[in-house]
T-cell receptor, first 112, second 115 residues
């Protein structure tokens, strides 16, 4: 079983739609969680951290369920510019250091 | 502020040849990471440095890969000899170091093609 599992997609949605991505992780001791965004042929960039209480940044909402080892990302009112790959990232922070484990990514295509 | 700098951006070599990648992290970032990213996959950690010390190299194929971070600033990753399966994007990232919530900043990567 992969440490971080995501549906690779692609998710093709019309502009203005709401879309949700899910991710599961296997290491119950994981300490921090993130969503990174990666545009085609570019480097990953942090989109947002994910907290147990849930957090929102504009049109983006992230949720963490530690009991189910499940992370989600909700994008409301999708824009063409949201088209990218969204990487679910888990950090067990073992031995005092960071070791980000990335999922394979979920590809989103927002269309007119 | 300058981001993470990597060079070269692209490299094409024949198998069995050596190749080296260079990375300069964001100024003041103590932690440096090298990742490998295959097409359609997420980045996979190869090695993590805290200053000049390699603190996690468990995923580095040591028979052909080596890395160094002299003086705790810039770093080089070398492959010798390269194999066809090494074709991938090699990403360098850096962070301040020490916090589980800190952001890792990635460079643009080096795209390696082994023929």
């Amino acid at each position: 079983r992969k440490e971080v599992e995501q549906d690779p997609g692609p998710f093709n949605v019309p502009e203005g739609a709401t879309v949700a991505f899910n991710c599961t992780y296997s290491n119950s001791a994981s300490q921090s969680f993130f969503w990174y965004r990666q545009d085609c042929r570019k480097e990953p960039k942090l989109l947002m951290s994910v907290y147990s209480s849930g957090n929102e940044d504009g049109r983006f909402t992230a949720q963490l369920n530690r009991a189910s080892q499940y992370i989600s990302l909700l994008i409301r009112d999708s824009k063409l510019s949201d088209s990218a790959t969204y990487l679910c990232v888990v950090n067990p922070f073992t031995g005092g250091g960071n070791k980000l484990t990335f999922g394979t990514g979920t590809q989103l295509k927002v269309e007119l | 502020e300058a981001g993470v700098v990597q060079s070269p951006r692209y490299k094409i070599i024949e198998k069995k040849q050596p190749v080296a990648f260079w990375c300069n992290p964001i100024s003041g970032h103590n932690t440096l990471y090298w990742y490998l990213q295959n097409l359609g996959q997420g980045p996979e950690l190869l090695i993590r440095y805290e200053n000049e010390e390699a603190v996690d190299d468990s995923q580095l194929p040591k028979d052909r890969f080596s890395a160094e971070r002299l003086k705790g600033v810039d770093s080089t990753l070398k492959i010798q000899p390269a194999e066809l399966g090494d074709s991938a994007v090699y990403l360098c990232a850096s962070s301040l170091g020490g916090s589980a919530q800190e952001t890792q900043y990635f460079g643009p990567g080096t795209r390696l093609l082994v023929l």
